[in-house]
């Protein structure tokens, strides 16, 4: 029962209900137990990607005929949504599921999708998507990793940083330059298996503020040749715009944890102020504590409703780039703010490891930066202004 008074939205289904449950018990009975040991190690277990291949928990939005289990976003967005609700932000099946996965669907050909899909719903392969550098974060077309064709082989170099489950992915889709002068033009995309080709390397798993159970990694290509039909898409230089195409949903996905993490920090905090007591009475009978959570509380819901709309209308094909914007942007602000106002109402506990809120205010974070900064979201925004 969330702690927001909001309507069910429409395209919620009896279907999505079980996978709701099924997925919300998954991770409690396999994640939540181990949780602590995994922020303590910089990973999860290996073996949580096939347990959760085995539960249908991963591909969920991809065609059956690929091994996946023939769903829509609503049935990824759902399981998502769940792992947030407990606070297990730092397993990336996700960016597994929602983003990589997507990529090749959409523009891989019928041998790629054969190839790689069944694999990906099972957890043998575990996905990353490499486009920051050192250089490039946010600018994608700054790129310098690059991609040379030699013979039926490209030749990939280059270095990537900060790469969601980098430590544990064998499937690497690589934003690279095949025309280093083409700008936007020159960017193309290749599917790279870490596990067999030579040349490519781990850096170190990053030391991150929050997020320690996610592995983030820095990766290194060093002459990696991989098969020209690696590259994803029919032609050269297609990248920047396969790109652009795929970054609201993942912009939607960073939405979506956002307000699973607004309501778990406000149902934290309500237990407590309701249990804790100063000055002879319950923290929530004090004036400031009822005005700042109604303040929270009223902008979750506004928050909550904006973020089930955007799920319907990505469900239907319609969420422009603009509005998954406002979603990321807003919603990623929101969670921040809100996290921050839980942790002060628990005074001095809420800066200790040992609560739950503090470590929600570290996870919280990073959603301002990844999936393109909140600056940039607002450029984008404003372009959609001019006449």
């Known amino acids: 029962m969330s702690v927001l008074d909001v309507a069910r939205p429409a395209w919620m289904d009896e279907e999505l209900d079980l996978v709701a449950d099924a997925s919300h018990k998954f991770f409690e009975r396999e994640c939540a137990p181990h949780y602590d040991r995994w922020e303590e190690q910089g990973h999860v277990d290996r073996e949580i990607w096939n347990k959760a291949g085995e539960a249908g928990l991963l591909c969920a939005e991809m065609p059956a005929e690929y091994g996946g289990g ?57 996905g990353a998507i490499a486009m920051s550098e050192p250089g490039a974060g946010s600018d994608l077309q700054s790129v310098r990793t690059s991609a040379s064709k030699d013979g039926n082989h490209y030749v990939i170099n280059g270095q990537k940083t900060f790469i969601t489950n980098g430590q544990q992915a064998n499937l690497i889709i690589v934003v690279t330059k095949t025309d280093p002068k083409g700008g936007a033009k020159g ?10 080709v030579e040349g490519f ?59 699973a993490t607004i309501e778990l920090a406000l149902e934290q905090t309500i237990e407590y102020v309701n249990q804790r007591k100063a000055f002879g009475q319950a923290i929530v009978d004090f004036q400031n504590t009822q005005m700042k959570l109604a303040e929270c509380k009223t902008e979750a819901t506004i928050g909550k409703v904006f973020v089930d709309h955007c799920i ?9 780039a603009e509005t998954a914007s406002m979603a990321k942007y807003w919603l990623s602000d929101l969670q921040c703010k809100i996290v921050d106002e839980c942790l002060q109402l628990h005074g001095g506990y809420g800066y200790m490891n040992e ?28 372009r959609s202004l001019k006449t």
């Open 70 to 126: 023939g769903g829509t976003f609503a049935h990824d967005a759902v399981i998502a949504y769940e792992r947030g609700r407990l606070g297990l932000d730092g397993f990336g099946f996700p960016l597994h599921s929602s983003i990589v996965a997507p990529y090749i669907l959409h523009y891989g050909s019928e041998e790629q999708k054969q190839r790689w899909l069944p694999r990906m719903a099972t957890g043998e392969l575990v």
């Open 187 to 196: 960017t193309s995309l290749f599917v790279v298996e870490a596990d067999e």
């Open 201 to 259: 390397r781990r850096g170190r798993n990053l030391d991150k503020i929050g997020l320690k159970s996610n592995d983030t990694s820095e990766l290194f290509f060093d002459d990696v040749r991989v098969p020209a039909h690696s590259l994803l898409g029919p032609e050269e230089g297609r990248g920047f715009y396969q790109l652009m195409e795929q970054l609201p949903q993942e912009r939607l996905l960073i939405a979506i944890q956002a307000i």
């Open 312 to 320: 319907g209308q990505l469900i239907e094909r319609k969420l422009t």
């Open 355 to 382: 609560y739950p809120i503090a470590r929600l205010y570290r996870d919280s974070r990073v959603q301002r930066i990844y999936g393109g900064t909140n600056e940039i979201m607002k450029m984008l925004i404003a």
